[in-house]
């Protein structure tokens, strides 16, 4: 499994969850989900 971006979902903004840790990652919100993305990598890995 992947991690996407927040903002790549097909989601109603309020109706997304961003983790607190999230906030360590930035101010801006969608550099936020990309920053997060690349720090924790995918779920799960072959």
Do not use: F
Not at 1 to 11: E, K
């Amino acid at each position: 499994m992947l991690r996407i971006p927040v903002c790549m979902h097909n989601v109603e903004e309020t109706k997304v969850y961003r983790p607190s840790a999230w906030a360590a990652h930035g101010m801006d919100i969608e550099g936020q989900d990309y920053r997060a993305c690349q720090n924790y990598g995918p779920l799960y890995k072959r």
